[in-house]
């Protein structure tokens, strides 16, 4: 079936160094992707997304990569801090015009630790 | 800044009982959404909310599930008869605009527990 997954469950960092966390989407219809944080207790809190017709997108401290050739995705986090250190979703969606009504699909999630 | 708030934080009922979790999703969005995480594992969709009736559920939502916007504010989930494998937590989201094409916010769940 159709699915998102994550390279990897765990990334420790150092705080100050850049974070990179990988996504693998084997459904090639998803046109809308999204990076949420999660921290313990609390609910998905939303990083930046990307739709299809784009390959990179940045935000504050963070930068989204999307390849389409290989379904890849990952999430740039720069100057990583302490407060980032939280289990990070890659999520996607079809979107409308594939059929979606505002399904997303969720990864794993793979959990970054900071270390100070 | 505007969030989605949702009631109660915590949640234990015994099996069989009903419950009835309550979200309020950002006042000017008109997409709503109840999603699941078991313990450890991944967010898992129920169902989107448009217009006053469901637009699209899962596999999960089956017939032990309803959903309810009860007045201009609220968006409900019950389980008419719980299972212990309906012990999750149980998030709510909003959008403003379509969910496949616009950003879904998340609320910070109720951790619902059945014995």
């Known amino acids: 079936g159709e699915s998102v997954g994550l390279h990897l469950p765990t990334l420790s960092v150092q705080e100050g160094d850049n974070s990179i966390i990988n996504c693998a989407y084997s459904n090639s219809a998803s046109d809308y992707f999204i990076w949420y944080k999660q921290e313990s207790g609390k609910g998905p809190q939303f990083i930046i997304d990307i739709r299809s017709n784009m390959d990179k997108r940045q935000g504050q401290r963070v930068t989204v990569l999307l390849n389409k050739t290989v379904k890849h995705l990952s999430l740039q986090i720069a100057a990583t801090q302490p407060g980032d250190s939280a289990v990070y979703f890659c999520a996607e969606n079809v979107g409308y015009y594939g059929g979606s009504q505002g399904n997303l699909i969720f990864g794993k999630g793979t959990k970054l630790s900071v270390k100070p | 800044e505007p969030e989605v708030t949702q009631t109660p934080s915590h949640q234990v009922t015994q099996m069989g009982q009903e419950v009835i979790l309550r979200c309020v999703p950002i006042s000017n969005h008109l997409y709503f959404y109840w999603y699941r995480q078991i313990l450890g594992q991944k967010v898992e969709f129920l169902v989107s909310?448009?217009?006053?009736?469901?637009?699209?559920k899962s596999e999960i939502f089956d017939d032990q599930f309803s959903v309810e916007r009860p007045d201009g504010s609220n968006f409900t989930l019950k389980i008419r008869s719980t299972k212990l494998e309906d012990s999750a937590m149980y998030f709510c989201a909003s959008s403003e605009g379509q969910g496949g094409q616009e950003t879904q916010y998340f609320g910070p769940g109720t951790r619902l527990l059945v014995l």
């Open positions: 909310f448009y217009n006053n009736e469901i637009s699209e």
